[in-house]
């Protein structure tokens, strides 16, 4: 076997399990699989040292892609980006198999190495050799951990590469479940998309029955699980207390089942994954049983709420998360506008602007809306303005309104000017969601804050049994489950700020053909996760056009009066970017080329070489 050194630096990303033994023996893919060589450590060691066997599950987390800023957002409709971007590029159309910023073969496949490997060994390592219980509890949870890292590395490789073929089949990755070695066969074919999902959703089952549903300490003997009957409260917390807190636990795995589920339901690979909109609902469904279905009333806005600088475990709406860290203000350095100390580098789009309704939740295209082309941010959804700074816009009441307009002309107020220099809007718009308002960027006199990044947020979840819900039954249909499509979307809305009494819902939910319904769903889920690194994935799953250009808004004052905001303003939409896609073969992702090479059973994706 070619002696390949798998060790990295452990970056940040791991940061989530600062519970974990870091000081790990270091090794070779030859120390794991072959006799160990002259003073080299054998494979006997991991078992007899917990921190070294602990080391194969940091690096397996250690390949999760870290997306607590928004990257894939800038290759859609919903934003471009004000500096240089392989995501930009990609979306230009550079996007080729051996050009793939999308790509997750690489890591994922890593991870599931690693994981396997740790599976092998788990349950023979010295945990806590003297105490049986702790022992056996130790196990579980690792267990728990690896087999949904597995999951979540398998979701992302059918989410990336998963298409089909020229002869249609429909093709996930190579199913590994055991470690290879130096015997291997490495010239594995695809296995079926759908036998990849079911794999997936025995791996989430299992870890959902290994783990608890979340961490945290307990104070009673009487909330102790009864599978482990010897064991003590110090015993326990220890195992699967606070300080195990943000590693995957239960709620993570049904939720990761629930991801794939609706991946596989979509559009783009129903027909043959396997698994229809009625299964994908009811797995929703029993994710969303384990917090009785309650939304959380912050949910759309936890990045700047209270609890963050609490430290507070308790947002319901975040089901799995980054550990929080240190107060920073890396984020807003990045995305405030320029007068602000900000380099405005991600510029949300006139269409993505253009999906939030109107404050009475009509679209803005409907009739009976109220918009006013002449005044477009008046009268809005409230979510506009939590997520996205328009002209006149005032984030921090240290700072002046933010003019993204071709007016004024003197400084710094025209900093914020559209595509007044390098770090100003290209849109005509910034982004605010992900950001704390009461940060201040300034160089000479930073106030710092915590933040918070959700690996996956239960509003995503809600969302998803909506959509496999009105797929499944239509809009008002609930199965026996505590909430229907109808139901979900409308507490969302609510919770926005759109009215109670929501007659455009209405008029969805009552359209026959279900095709309103359809797509005020996806509007929602388009508002609820913009720049979470959603929309493109779900473009594709639905099998939406890529190609739709991105499109700005120039406002420029009829007279050249310098002074306060003036209301005799004009607004124009322009186009800002192309976006360089094939419709016809590019809603799947492909296989990387340097693997087709390498491995003669592997399956392109058709249209890709």
């Not at 080299?40 to 999760?64: F, K, P, Q, V, W």
């Not at 079911?198 to 009864?226: M, V």
């Not at 009333?297 to 240190?326: L, Q, T």
């Not at 309104?401 to 400084?411: A, F, H, Q």
Request: charged share 25%; with cysteine; hydrophobic share 35%.
């Amino acid at each position: 076997m070619k002696k390949i050194s798998i060790i990295k630096k452990l970056t940040s990303r791991i940061t989530v399990i600062g519970y974990c033994l870091l000081v790990i023996g270091l090794t070779s893919c030859q120390d794991m699989f072959e006799p160990a060589d002259e003073n080299t450590r054998s494979e006997n060691a991991l078992i007899e040292e917990s921190e070294y066997a602990h080391g194969l599950l940091i690096y397996a987390y250690d390949r999760l892609p870290d997306v607590r800023e928004t990257q894939t957002d800038i290759a859609t409709d919903d934003a471009v980006i004000n500096t240089s971007s392989t995501y930009r590029t990609m979306a230009l159309g550079t996007w080729q198999s051996n050009n793939n910023p999308m790509t997750r073969w690489d890591d994922c496949k890593d991870g599931i190495q690693y994981v396997n490997k740790f599976l092998t060994k788990v349950e023979n390592v010295k945990w806590a050799p003297s105490d049986p219980s702790k022992q056996q509890m130790f196990i579980d949870r690792l267990k728990g951990e690896a087999l949904g890292l597995r999951a979540i590395f398998y979701y992302l490789l059918l989410q990336a590469h998963g298409g089909y073929t020229n002869e249609g089949e429909l093709l996930g990755v190579p199913l590994l479940t055991a470690p290879e070695d130096g015997s291997s066969d490495y010239n594995q074919a695809r296995a079926s998309f759908a036998d990849c999902v079911r794999q997936i959703f025995a791996d989430c089952d299992q870890a959902a029955d290994l783990l608890p549903l979340t961490y945290g300490d307990i104070s009673k003997s009487e909330e102790i699980p009864s599978k482990y009957p010897d064991a003590i409260v110090s015993g326990y917390n220890s195992v699967f207390g606070d300080k195990a807190k943000n590693l995957f636990c239960g709620a993570a795995a049904k939720a990761v089942k629930a991801q794939a589920a609706l991946l596989a339901a979509s559009p783009a690979f129903r027909d043959k994954s396997g698994v229809s909109s009625e299964e994908a609902a009811n797995i929703c469904a029993a994710a969303l049983d384990d917090i009785n279905w309650e939304i959380d009333p912050e949910g759309n806005i936890w990045y700047k709420s209270s609890k963050v600088d609490a430290g507070s475990s308790e947002m319901r709406e975040i089901v799995w998360r980054y550990d929080r860290g240190d107060m920073n203000t890396t984020q807003e350095k990045k995305n405030f506008p320029p007068s602000m100390y900000g380099s405005g580098q991600v510029n949300p789009s006139q269409n993505l602007v253009d999906a939030f309704p109107m404050a009475n939740g009509y679209p803005i295209s409907a009739e009976g809306s109220g918009y006013d082309a002449k005044d477009p941010y008046t009268n809005r959804d409230p979510r506009l303005s939590h997520y996205i700074v328009f002209n006149g816009a005032k984030i921090n009441k240290n700072y002046a309104e933010i003019v993204t307009g071709l007016y004024p002309n003197s400084k710094p107020e025209s900093v914020d000017n559209l595509e007044n220099q390098s770090t100003s809007t290209r849109t005509g718009y910034y982004m605010l969601k992900l950001l704390r308002p009461d940060v201040d960027a300034k160089s000479s006199a930073q106030i710092p804050k915590y933040h918070l990044y959700p690996r996956i947020r239960y509003t995503e979840i809600f969302l998803a049994y909506a959509e496999a819900a009105n797929d499944a039954w239509g809009p008002k249909e609930n199965h026996g489950h505590q909430m229907s499509a109808y139901d979900v979307i409308k507490a969302i809305r609510e919770r926005g700020g759109l009215p109670a009494d929501d007659p455009y819902l209405e008029e969805c939910a009552n359209d026959n053909t279900g095709a309103k319904m359809t797509e005020l769903i996806r509007n929602e889920r388009r508002i609820e996760l913009c720049f979470e690194n959603k929309r493109f994935w779900d473009m594709r799953r639905w099998k939406l056009a890529l190609d739709e250009p991105v499109k700005g808004m120039k406002i420029e004052k009829i007279d050249a009066t310098q002074g306060a905001m003036p209301d005799n303003l004009t607004y124009n939409i322009f186009k800002v970017e192309d976006r360089v896609f094939d419709n016809s073969y590019q809603h799947y992702g492909p296989v990387p080329r340097g693997e087709l090479l390498k491995w003669s059973n592997l399956k392109q994706n058709k249209g890709w070489d």
